[in-house]
């Protein structure tokens, strides 16, 4: 994505939660996806060090990529999981 001022949007459910409250976020194509998850987790009032980022398939995403690679290779729609619940079966 060359443009610099291209976004990228995620719709984020909190799968703790059993009403699943979600919040969509627009975020620059290059920023970093652990302030995705940090910024994430804060509007969701839980901790974002133990925190984990799923798709639907209940695969795990490495942070550890800007927020346009993981758009790319995992779509717009994601789930929180806080860490007390990282393990269980939803």
Do not use: C, H, W
């Not at 984990?52 to 290779?73: E, H, R, Y």
């Amino acid at each position: 994505m060359s443009n610099s001022n291209a976004k990228v949007s995620f719709k984020i459910t909190l799968t703790s939660d059993p009403k699943l409250p979600y919040r969509v976020f627009s975020v620059p194509d290059s920023a970093p996806f652990t302030a995705v998850l940090k910024y994430a987790a804060d509007e969701f009032g839980v901790e974002s060090d133990s925190s984990a980022i799923l798709t639907n398939d209940g695969v795990a995403i490495n942070p550890s990529q800007t927020a346009g690679a993981i758009f790319l290779k995992n779509g717009s729609d994601l789930k929180l999981i806080p860490r007390d619940k990282v393990g269980y079966y939803l």
